[in-house]
């Protein structure tokens, strides 16, 4: 029998081909830097949240064996994700359509500069306090 040790989500990784830009991108959207530091010369580890959030999003170099442009199917959530939509088309991200149906929040797909994927989806805020 297995026992499981595993107690939360930590961090999810995303490759990113300018760090900097990345990291003022995901600034606007709400984020703070959780750590910033070169691990080892050439090696830089970013890690940003949501403020309350125990789960980061790190920011890594993209490189041969890890590319930029991925489906990262990470779900962020947003009070109006109306005003999210023009905010992230402003920001120069490429957004998908703002889905509106009656049978779930309003949501859409939005990709970041180097086009990697997010889905950003309306949330009740008291469902998160």
Known sequence: MITTTCTGILTVA??????????????????????DAELKPGFRWLEMRVPGSETTLSLVRASENLPAG????????????????????????TV????????APPMFVFRD???NAFYLTQVDEAQHT
């Open 70 to 93: 991925i489906d990262t199917g990470i779900r962020l959530g947003t009070p109006d994700a109306r005003a999210a939509h023009a905010a992230l088309a402003e920001l120069g991200c």
């Open 96 to 103: 998908g359509a703002l889905l509106e149906w009656e049978t």
């Open 14 to 35: 995303v490759p990113v081909t300018d760090q900097d830009r990345s990291k003022a991108l995901f600034g606007q959207l709400g984020f703070e830097t959780h750590l």
């Open 113 to 115: 500069h180097d086009r």
